[in-house]
């Protein structure tokens, strides 16, 4: 056998790889592909061709493209159009827009788990599926979106202002009140007047509208300055400054606001002004800082420190900037008290709490060599993690470790000791910087994705004329379309996802009292619960009667069910013991079966003593194994039990002696007293005058029929169906009136 030289000289350099223990990811030629388990070298000199409706997918490395932090998590916005959430080092969401046309805009996160990503074509989404919130704008395109801890906005290109979240008692909405809401709903702006930015937090709302002023409401306390709530926007602005300042942007943190503002007549370009609870940025440590009109810069040092020209500002948000040249100050709180406060300068001093600790006093943090800050992230909560995203595409975060790194063991605030910062500082990586080799193809075909080394369309469709055709066959529940739009059935355990019938999903893990309801159109797949005495069938696909005689598909167990637990009684017997006949109907939650050696035996809920057994009172409903424990009772004073009924809360007995013995609730007179107290053993009902041959209950009431045939009943009556001739409750037998 003789080889091709150039392939044999592949062969070897294959062979000189392994040996190393290193990996080639040198692209392979125009043209051709590798496989994700070969080596690259191998595959290459076999020349993997790319199909003629494919393209080479060149190599690209998959980097963060978009920073958001959040109450105890990050999110990323990725270069291959993917959000990826993580906390602890871990990802919790990862989400993957593969359309061409739809490109990610924007992307903020509030609550546990919420995620609002804006798309270029101005529809957004929120995540995950299914959502705890509605992304329905009600048609409308959006423009910008703006999160807090657990609310978020969005304004509409027709400048509509709409919102939704959990307010915490706090009207931070904006709707007049503080109720949750689960879709957005329009908000209120005063006359003539547009939002042009929005700013949430976790007890205040701000909002800069088109008059370029600062407008605040939510908990009526600083930095709104106000004697109660505010539940709408004001149609005054927060007093700032000159008349002659606009406002550019406007963050909302948990205590504090903080803007960035220009006032050209007076020489002021991007400076920035706090006011609130703990801004701590104007040299004390007094708790509140009041706005006004008198309220002055917060000075952040001038560029070179030459006293000079002063810092612009890019960014503000809960005591960090990021400066015009794309570097990061953060003031405040040292973290002395605190373990998971830390500035970033690897020490535990205070900034901005007294005089001479800002301006170029102020430091730069220090992330490492070559480190360009493209963006900078804080969580809107007083304390917390903060993150810079590098303009090559790289996270480093600091401050509290726990919600969002993995990048050390302990749990104290990161950039608050010596070493912690700079080079020193890891770049985190959760699996977004990742490479994803030139090992595929791209498909050509509209719609068609790469996948086992062929073009394939979406579920539900199939290719024709270059393109993916929706499926529009026929299929029958169970079934799913495969790629030529055949039908294919589901293997029995299995059944269609979902109405597009595109997929079989397994349903291995439904209890084992469970059984499978096919998908239909309108709805999945799902596993509901066997009604009692019975069990799955063996495809798993209905219910069977534990004595085997009927099938059960739906209904109520108690009450409409096919399957009955008495003729599981009569067939696997009581105790051992055969049951008399004929057998009672099932009653309210509980059936009972008279065995042949007088024993009544219950069987489902007591509620209020109705078993006779004397066993105490239950408030709430408890199944009885037939197969273990049952109440049961023999006739009252050793008689023999001829007759017996059992009402909604009450059990009547008649024995041989023509008594009638009842137990349960006598609240209309079933007991024959109304009396709210329950009797959980058998007591005798006066009032018969003869002997009694046969009783039959209502729900709350009795009727029982005597020797001479005389039908008398007793108990509720206040509608008058006990046909006695009034509508009062009887706790003595009378006799129904029946016409002759």
């Not at 993997?48 to 959040?70: F, K, N, S, Y």
């Not at 070559?370 to 992230?377: D, F, N, S």
């Not at 023509?658 to 709210?676: D, H, M, P, R």
Request: charged share 15%; aromatic share 8%.
């Amino acid at each position: 056998m003789h080889l091709h030289p150039i392939l044999f000289i592949y062969l070897q350099l294959a062979v000189l790889l392994q040996l190393s223990g290193s990996q080639v990811q040198a692209a392979c030629p125009d043209g051709s592909y590798c496989t994700a388990s070969s080596n690259y070298a191998i595959d290459c000199a076999l020349s993997l061709q790319c199909p003629a409706d494919t393209d080479h997918v060149p190599e690209q490395i998959v980097v963060p493209a978009m920073i958001r932090t959040g109450y105890e998590r990050a999110a990323s916005v990725l270069s291959d159009n993917r959000v990826i959430s993580w906390k602890s080092g871990v990802v919790q969401n990862s989400y993957q827009f593969d359309s061409a046309d739809k490109k990610i805009a924007d992307m903020c996160i509030f609550g546990a788990s919420s995620i609002v990503v804006l798309f270029d074509d101005g529809t957004i989404h929120i995540y995950p599926d299914p959502p705890v919130y509605s992304s329905d704008t009600g048609g409308k395109l959006v423009s910008s979106i703006s999160c807090g801890s657990d609310t978020t906005c969005v304004i509409t290109t027709d400048s509509t202002l709409m919102c939704l979240g959990d307010q915490w008692n706090e009207p931070m909405l904006g709707l007049g009140d503080v109720t949750n809401r689960y879709a957005f709903e329009a908000v209120a702006v005063p006359a003539g007047k547009t939002v042009l930015q929005i700013s949430l937090g976790q007890k205040h709302s701000c909002a800069i509208l088109s008059d370029n002023q600062v407008y605040c409401w939510g908990r009526g306390d600083l930095p709104i300055k106000a004697t109660s709530d505010i539940s709408t926007i004001p149609n005054s602005p927060i007093p700032l400054g000159s008349a002659t300042m606009i406002a550019h942007s406007v963050s909302v943190s948990e205590y504090s606001v903080c803007g960035i503002f220009s006032d050209p007549p007076n020489g002021i370009v991007n400076r920035v002004k706090c006011w609130g609870y703990y801004v701590y940025a104007y040299g004390t440590t007094a708790a509140s800082t009041e706005p006004s009109t008198s309220l002055n810069y917060i000075d952040f040092g001038t560029v070179n420190q030459d006293g000079i020209t002063p810092y612009e500002v890019l960014y503000v948000q809960n005591h960090c900037v990021l400066l015009h040249t794309h570097k990061v100050k953060c003031w405040g709180n040292g973290g002395a008290n605190n373990r998971y406060e830390a500035l970033g300068y690897e020490n535990t001093n205070d900034y901005g709490m007294s005089p001479g600790t800002m301006g170029d006093n102020l430091p730069v943090i220090d992330f490492g060599t070559g480190v360009t800050v493209k963006q900078l992230a804080v969580n809107v909560r007083n304390s917390g993690t903060r993150c810079i995203l590098t303009d090559d595409g790289k996270v480093k975060c600091w401050g509290d470790p726990n919600p969002v790194m993995d990048v050390v063991s302990s749990t104290q605030a990161i950039g608050d000791a010596l070493g912690e910062m700079g080079d020193n500082l890891p770049y985190v990586d959760v699996g977004f910087n990742t490479i994803s080799s030139d090992c595929a193809c791209e498909c050509t075909t509209n719609q068609a994705v790469w996948v086992d080394s062929q073009c394939q369309c979406p579920p539900g469709n199939q290719i024709i004329d270059n393109a993916c055709v929706p499926c529009t066959s026929t299929c029958e529940d169970g079934e799913y379309w495969d790629s030529v739009c055949a039908c294919i059935a589901c293997p029995v355990d299995h059944w269609c996802m979902n109405g597009l019938k595109t997929a079989c999903a397994t349903l291995t893990t439904c209890a084992a009292n469970e059984y499978a309801s096919p998908c239909t159109t309108t709805a999945d797949a799902s596993c509901t619960p066997c009604p009692p005495y019975s069990t799955p069938s063996a495809d798993i696909t209905s219910c069977v009667c534990d004595d085997g005689t009927d099938t059960i598909t739906s209904g109520p167990w108690y009450g409409e069910s096919a399957c009955s637990p008495l003729q599981c009684f009569a067939k696997n017997a009581v105790y051992g013991k055969r049951t008399s006949n004929p057998f009672k109907p099932w009653s309210y939650l509980r059936g009972a079966v008279l065995t042949e050696n007088n024993e009544l035996v219950f069987f489902g809920a007591e509620y209020e003593g109705e078993f006779g057994d004397g066993g105490g009172l239950s408030s709430s409903i408890s199944y009885i194994d037939i197969s273990v424990d049952m109440s049961k009772i023999t006739g009252p004073t050793g008689r023999k039990i001829v007759d017996y009924c059992m009402g909604r809360r009450t059990t009547y007995l008649v024995l041989d002696d023509g008594t009638v013995w009842g137990a349960g609730s006598s609240a209309f007179g079933e007991l024959g007293v109304i009396t709210a107290s329950d009797y959980s053993t058998p007591r005798q009902i006066p009032g018969f005058t003869e002997p009694v041959i046969k009783v039959e209950c209502g729900e709350w009431n009795a009727f029982a029929i005597t020797t001479s045939h005389t039908l008398l009943a007793w108990g509720r009556n206040d509608n008058g169906f006990m046909g006695v001739g009034d509508t009062s409750n009887k706790a003595v037998p009378t006799p129904v009136l029946i016409e002759k």
